[in-house]
Nanobody, 127 residues
Framework: QVQLVESGGGSVQDGGSLRLSCEVSGYTYNSYNSYCMAWFRQAPGKEREGVAAIRTLGGATDYRDSVKGRFTISRDTAKNALYLQMNSLKPEDTAMYYC?????????????????WGQGTQVTVSS
């Protein structure tokens, strides 16, 4: 059974930082495939949106424009973990953040490409 478990959310002030983690287990993947693994977020009353993604082969990354230069996605293959370092957080970053994994389709920041999701971790940024 595939499991994705997020952690690291919390409440911070405008300009603060958080590091989200996503532990992945239960998936037997083909190391010759380049999967997308990504972070999405959803604020109340809004649609889920892609935040950052990384390819398992080559490590190419993609970010939504509003987080470029502030957020960094990374992964640790030994720990089967995905991370999102978030700096210079703004109130508009407030949302539930979800990790998603093992899409073989592009673009990586399209939520409909993913079958595996975590339960989410809340990020709240106050001004």
């Amino acid at each position: 059974q595939v499991q994705l478990v997020e952690s690291g959310g919390g409440s911070v002030q405008d300009g603060g930082s958080l590091r989200l983690s996503c532990e992945v287990s239960g998936y037997t993947y083909n190391s010759y495939n380049s999967y997308c693994m990504a972070w999405f977020r959803q604020a109340p009353g809004k649609e889920r949106e892609g935040v950052a993604a990384i390819r398992t082969l080559g490590g190419a990354t993609d970010y939504r424009d509003s987080v470029k230069g502030r957020f960094t996605i990374s992964r640790d293959t030994a720990k089967n973990a995905l991370y999102l370092q978030m700096n210079s957080l703004k109130p508009e970053d407030t949302a539930m953040y979800y990790c998603a994994a093992f899409s073989l389709s592009l673009p990586c920041l399209l939520s409909s490409q993913y079958n595996y999701w975590g339960q989410g971790t809340q990020v709240t940024v106050s001004s």
